[in-house]
């Protein structure tokens, strides 16, 4: 039986790999991103898009999922320190309470 599983960030380098992996296992995929992803899309992966900021969002994404691969993050060494904090640190405890 194939899982359904989430991966938080999967248009990016890591999250990509994470969601080529996870499907040619079997597993069903679904990816919150910021874009569209149409190659994800013509893949295979559920593609839902959103902001990591957006609690309501990002519980809608968690649900119905067997498991959560939260890789989504502002990983520059560039930008405002709010912004860092609201995605890196708020967006993650949205993570946390969407799998509650």
């Known amino acids: 039986m194939s899982r ?6 999967g248009g990016g380098f ?8 996870l499907m040619a296992q079997g597993d069903r995929v679904r990816v919150f991103c910021r874009g569209s992803y ?6 295979g992966a559920e593609v ?4 990591l ?9 968690c649900a119905g999922m067997d498991a ?6 502002i990983a520059g060494i560039w930008g405002r320190r709010e912004d860092f904090h609201h995605i890196n640190v708020r967006g ?9």
């Open 4 to 9: 359904r599983i989430l991966v938080t960030g």
């Open 14 to 21: 890591l999250g990509r790999r994470i969601v080529e992996m």
């Open 38 to 43: 149409p190659d994800l899309v013509a893949s």
């Open 48 to 51: 839902v898009s959103g902001d």
């Open 53 to 61: 900021r957006d609690g309501k969002a990002v519980a809608g994404a």
């Open 68 to 73: 959560v691969c939260h890789v989504a993050a």
């Open 92 to 100: 993650t405890a949205n993570v946390l309470g969407g799998c509650l």
